[in-house]
Each structure stands twice: as C-alpha cells, then as structure tokens.
Nanobody
Framework: VQLQASGGGFVQAGGSLRLSCSASGNILRMNSMSWYRQAPGNQRELVASITRTSMTDYVDSVKGRFTISRDTAKNTVYLQMNSLKPEDTGVYYC?????????????WGQGTQVTVSS
C-alpha cells in the first residue's frame, strides 16, 4: 500500500491550500483517514480525521478553518485549509487505517511541506 500526498506549498497568512492524498495497492477495507502535521521541534500531532461513515474530528486549533473530506471510490482524502496562520506551518502527513481481514494496519504518506508566512 502506498500513499501519495500533494498540495503543500508556500502561502501568506490568511491564504488557502488544499492537500490531497491518494492510496493505492491491495486494500481490503479502508477505515479512517487522517492528516497529521509536525512543526520543527514539535511532536507530530493529529490535525483531522474522517471515518468510513464520514464522521470528522479536528484539533481545536484548526476548527472552523480546515475541512477534511474523502472520496471513497478514489481512496483519496483531502484537507482544505483556509485562513492559514503561521503556526500552521509544518510537514503534513496523511495516514490511513485499514483492515487486512485479520488485523488493523496503519500506513503513512511521505509528507508535504506547508509554509505560512506572516
């Protein structure tokens, strides 16, 4: 299973970016899909997640600004980021939780850099 993330970049504060992450390979069942981020010197944190039934959850700092969505047919998850702030800067990683038929397994994408200037 491979995850390919895209959409990061450089943007001024108040701007928007849309991240995409597509999963490919032998996936029996895709459960939740998530976005994490890691700023320099900080631990990786969960930013947003979406379940198979499209229930969503967000870290408090992005509520009202970020929207996670998924296209199940395309095995793709998106993160629309609006009203970006300098503190949103970091490497964003997508992740999926799958069911193999015997156990759960988590996969990670390669990360995409998001830089927000003040």
């Amino acid at each position: 299973v491979q995850l390919q993330a895209s959409g990061g970049g450089f943007v001024q504060a108040g701007g928007s970016l849309r991240l995409s992450c597509s999963a490919s390979g032998n996936i029996l069942r895709m459960n939740s899909m998530s976005w994490y981020r890691q700023a320099p010197g900080n631990q990786r944190e969960l930013v947003a997640s979406i379940t198979r039934t499209s229930m969503t959850d967000y870290v408090d700092s992005v509520k009202g600004r970020f929207t996670i969505s998924r296209d199940t047919a395309k095995n793709t998850v998106y993160l629309q980021m609006n009203s970006l702030k300098p503190e949103d800067t970091g490497v964003y990683y997508c992740s999926i939780d799958t069911w193999t038929g015997a156990f759960s397994r988590k996969y990670w994408g390669q990360g995409t850099q998001v830089t927000v200037s003040s």
